[in-house]
């Protein structure tokens, strides 16, 4: 279940917040404080958006964080942030960040098909992108 | 036949793209695998296309000889199908 890697206890909001750099730095907290992920993970993400481009804002206000496999992650986990004034992540306005930690090419792939089959729905992907937490824990959840 | 879906490292992305390839493809009755993969393995992988994102596609066209389609949002199926769509209106190439 989707849950399960994105339990509640990893979802955090705030109102505003300066650079999508402080962005993912702030929606790893919580994987940092378990200890699932370690302070590297947080800079390969970065590096990866610079180095790449922004690919990982995946639709409209949604972006997927991430970077290589293994480097720098103890388990597989993900995160979630809540901005509710768009950030701008190189010309995309982004509201929710979901940091990937992914342990290998694949033991993600059913959470990342939960998300993609939830967020192919255009009501459930309006509820995701500008509800609460709650709201966005249940949509999660459908 | 063999489409490619490309992220930076193979492993978050590319699958998000690939799925929505493989929804894009089901939707119009096209018979295809796709694999994702990461940009330095795409450049060695045969295949009928690579669906990537515009500043990876820049990187990967000169080193491939299959059709570049540039993909802005990995998740959005209109976008992904709009490529699909052209790929077949070019013949497969």
């Known amino acids: 279940m989707l849950i399960d890697v994105l339990p509640k206890e990893h979802m955090q909001q705030v109102e505003h917040i300066e650079t999508w750099e402080a ?6 907290k919580p ?10 993970y947080v800079k390969n993400m970065i ?12 639709m409209d206000y949604f972006a997927l964080p991430h970077a290589k496999a293994g480097e720098g992650v103890n388990q597989l986990a993900m995160s979630l942030l809540k901005v509710n004034q768009p950030v701008d992540l190189k010309g995309n306005p982004v509201n929710i960040f979901i940091v990937l930690a992914a342990i290998d ?10 998300i993609s089959r939830i967020l192919a729905d255009e009501d459930n992907y309006q509820r995701f992108i500008s509800g609460d937490l709650e709201q966005i824990y249940q949509v999660l959840q459908s | 036949m063999k489409f490619l879906a490309v992220c930076g490292f193979g492993v978050g992305s590319s699958m998000v793209l690939k ?3 493989e929804k894009a493809c089901k939707e119009r009755g ?12 795409a450049k060695g992988t ?16 000169d ?5 570049v389609f540039p993909i802005k949002r990995y998740m959005d199926k209109e976008e992904v199908g709009q490529a699909v769509d052209q790929f077949q209106e070019n013949g497969g190439k």
């Open chain 2, 19 to 21: 799925m929505s390839i």
């Open chain 1, 31 to 40: 994987l940092l404080e378990a200890g699932y992920i370690e302070n590297v």
């Open chain 1, 47 to 58: 590096a990866s958006v610079n180095q790449n481009g922004p690919y990982i804002v995946l």
């Open chain 2, 63 to 67: 080193s491939v000889n299959c059709p």
């Open chain 1, 23 to 28: 962005a993912i730095e702030f929606a790893s």
């Open chain 2, 30 to 41: 096209i018979d295809c695998e796709v694999e994702n993969t990461d940009i330095s393995s």
């Open chain 1, 105 to 114: 090419a694949d033991s993600h792939m059913q959470s990342l098909r939960e």
């Open chain 2, 46 to 61: 045969d295949a009928a296309a690579i669906f990537t994102s515009h500043e990876l596609g820049e990187e990967l066209k």
